[in-house]
């Protein structure tokens, strides 16, 4: 029992010391754990302490720098204020000087003014006395005098005008017989081709005059339908059994014509049926386009030519020139131009070449504004023509000088197909009124003698009384007279006036 109480009670007492033990350790332990936070704490604060006094003062720099920069700039901005108001007080100060130097010129002006018109009526009152005294002293008057010398001026300019004519023709004449080498008289006898001649208005005959109301249509639809898609002028009038279709443009004029003439044999005519026959005429005439391209280039041998020109020379069919076929026309001038090209033996296939193409333009002149020669030009140079070839179309009217013996030969041939008696549609009696009406022209002049109108009206030969007429003055009537004829008279081509004067004559073509 005793140890039992002794075992429990040194229990007790182990407990009892092991509690004051670990107290007292663990004690120990908060006091150095509070010590410890308490260092760390104070050297937070001085370190916190630390960093403030050093952004304190990095802030504190930073103004100041900041500070004086913006006092730099300040001074700066100040500088140059300073600058341009010196500058504005300079200008204004010259705008006022410049004012000032401007108001004394007006009072300057003013003032010379009025001394001028002063003068110039004091000139006015010297002008008259001397006019009187002038008039008295010669015994003429003012007009009169004037009259003397306007008549001397005008021949001093006229002689002038006419020897600088004269020298001018002289040159040109000089050049051209250097470069012409003409041989015409064979051609034209070994040439001969007949001619179409056509209008601007075709005729489309009709079973009765029934058709007419059906043609026009209820309230004009089937005549407005038609108009619209050829683009011609449909003319319905009085003229029994027959309408007449008219445009200047020839390739739409046959699309019409074969158009309405398939309308009147088919019986049916409305709008859509209309549009559908100008769709079957416009392939047939293009057909016929090619095909007569096609042939006309065969008939001249000349291979390789481009599409585009075969289908141009094909429109040449149905296009007219005082109403000569223009396609045949360009046959003939081909034929021409190989025949004289052989005689001189030049380029016989460049003459033919260039004599068949030389009116290409006239197949699209009513769509392109210009001379039927550039626009031909224009288009052969676009489609690949040798240059050869395109110096002749562009030099066969004359717009620039032929350098060339074949482009000479193209002008001739040209020339020689158009002016031949009958080949545009004129009968004798309007060709010998044609050159009678020449003729009276040039014998209505002072000093013409006697008039001859040569070469089927392509060269006037006016012989003229030396007496009357002096060298000088022949110039100048060769001149008058192709004018004249250019403002009066309608003709074909180029028109030769010669003034004969003793052996002297005088050339000018107009």
């Known amino acids: 029992m005793e140890n039992f109480v002794f075992i429990a009670l040194s229990l007790v007492l182990g407990a009892v010391a092991g509690f004051l033990i670990n107290r007292f350790v663990v ?15 104070a050297d937070a604060e001085k370190q916190a302490e630390t960093t403030k006094k050093e952004l304190l003062l990095e802030a504190r720099d930073e103004i100041y720098q900041m500070k004086q920069t913006a006092e730099e700039e300040g001074k700066e901005r100040r500088k140059e204020l300073t600058a341009m108001e010196s500058r504005l007080m300079q200008r204004e100060e010259s705008i006022e000087r410049r004012a000032e130097s401007q108001d004394k010129r007006e009072h300057q002006l003013s003032s010379q003014q009025g001394q001028i018109s002063k003068m110039e009526k004091d000139l006015e009152l010297a002008i008259e006395e001397e006019k009187v005294r002038l008039e008295a002293l010669a015994g003429l008057s003012s007009d009169q005098a004037r009259e003397v ?7 001093d300019v006229q002689h002038d005008a006419a020897v600088l004519i004269r020298e001018t023709e002289a040159r040109a004449r000089e050049e051209a017989d250097r470069k012409a080498r003409n041989i015409v008289g064979i051609a034209i006898q070994r040439v001969a081709a007949d001619h179409t001649a056509e209008s601007t208005v075709s005729v489309v005959h009709i079973p009765s005059d029934d058709l007419k109301g059906r043609i026009i249509g209820r309230e004009g639809r089937n005549i407005r339908a038609f108009e619209q898609l050829t683009g011609i002028n449909l003319i319905i009038d009085d003229t029994p059994e027959a309408v007449i279709l008219s445009s200047f443009d020839p390739v739409r004029r046959e699309i019409g014509r074969i158009t309405l003439e398939t309308l009147i044999a088919d019986g049916r005519i409305h709008p859509a049926r209309i549009e ?53 026309h360009s046959l003939e001038v081909a034929h021409l131009a190989g025949v004289m090209a052989a005689e001189l033996d030049v380029d016989i296939k460049l003459a033919k070449r260039a004599g068949l ?14 001379p039927h020669a550039l626009i031909g030009t224009d288009l052969a140079r676009r489609l690949g023509e040798p240059k050869e070839v395109l110096h002749c179309i562009e030099a066969h009217h004359g717009d620039i000088e032929a350098t060339t013996v074949e482009a000479v030969l193209v002008q001739a041939a ?25 003729e009276a022209l040039a014998t209505s002049h002072k000093g013409v003698e006697k008039v001859y109108a040569m070469q089927a009206g392509r060269e006037i030969r006016v012989m003229v009384k030396p007496d009357d007429i002096s060298d000088a003055a022949a110039v100048v009537l060769a001149r008058d007279i192709a004018k004249q004829i250019e403002e009066e008279l309608q003709y074909p081509g180029q028109i030769k006036v010669m003034v004969i004067r003793e052996s002297r004559s005088v050339e000018y073509a107009k």
């Open 27 to 41: 004690s120990d332990k908060i006091n150095r754990s509070r010590e410890s936070a308490e260092r760390l704490l």
């Open 149 to 155: 010398l306007l008549d001397r001026v005008r021949d």
């Open 276 to 328: 559908e026959m100008f769709n079957k005429a416009t392939t047939l005439v293009e057909q016929q386009v090619r095909e007569a391209g096609e042939a006309a280039a065969f008939d001249m041998g000349i291979p390789n030519l481009h599409t585009d020109i075969i289908r141009t020379l094909g429109r040449l069919k149905f296009r007219t020139s005082y109403g000569q076929n223009v396609l045949k």
């Open 357 to 370: 193409l030389h009116d290409l333009g006239k197949a699209i002149d009513h769509e392109i504004e210009g």
């Open 414 to 438: 040209d020339a020689i197909s158009a002016s031949r008696p009958g080949a545009r549609r004129e009968t004798l009696e309007s060709y010998i009124k044609r050159l009678e009406k020449l």
